[in-house]
């Protein structure tokens, strides 16, 4: 909690048409679970690529790689959100703030690659999918 009141979630609940997202910053770092039609994939720190601008967080891991075909990575794009202390509602551990409700997106990029490297690919190397997800912020104990 910072000086003014207001939480950071620390803990994200994303649904889409297809995939589910939880993301997670806690003491061990950060993780972020994956469900969809790539099947149920859990990532940490070391595979989570992580940019902070000035529109949110993109976190980007990668679904799948087939050796001299594509990769498949996911990116989501993370707002800002501030969570206002609970005031006078009594929040039972885990919960300390939250849940925020938000929109956001996450985009599938499919990058062709060749064993040659790219100069081999003809045609464009990414085609992208864009993901409309709806999500729950909050910030809880762990």
Do not use: C, W
Request: no cysteine; hydrophobic share 35%; net charge negative.
């Amino acid at each position: 909690m910072n000086t003014m009141g207001v939480h950071s979630p620390n803990f994200f609940e994303l649904t889409g048409s297809d995939v589910r997202l939880t993301y997670a910053l806690d003491r061990a770092g950060k993780h972020l679970t994956y469900k969809g039609p790539e099947g149920e994939r859990t990532f940490g720190d070391q595979d989570i690529d992580s940019l902070d601008t000035p529109h949110g967080s993109l976190l980007t891991v990668q679904l799948k790689a087939i050796p001299d075909l594509e990769t498949l990575d996911l990116t989501l794009l993370l707002p800002t959100i501030n969570l206002p202390a609970p005031g006078d509602v009594v929040l039972r551990p885990p919960l300390v703030a939250g849940p925020e409700r938000f929109s956001t997106l996450a985009i599938l990029t499919t990058t062709r690659t060749s064993i040659g490297g790219p100069g081999l690919v003809t045609g464009p190397l990414q085609s992208y999918r864009a993901l409309e997800m709806s999500g729950e912020a909050s910030e809880v104990l762990f």
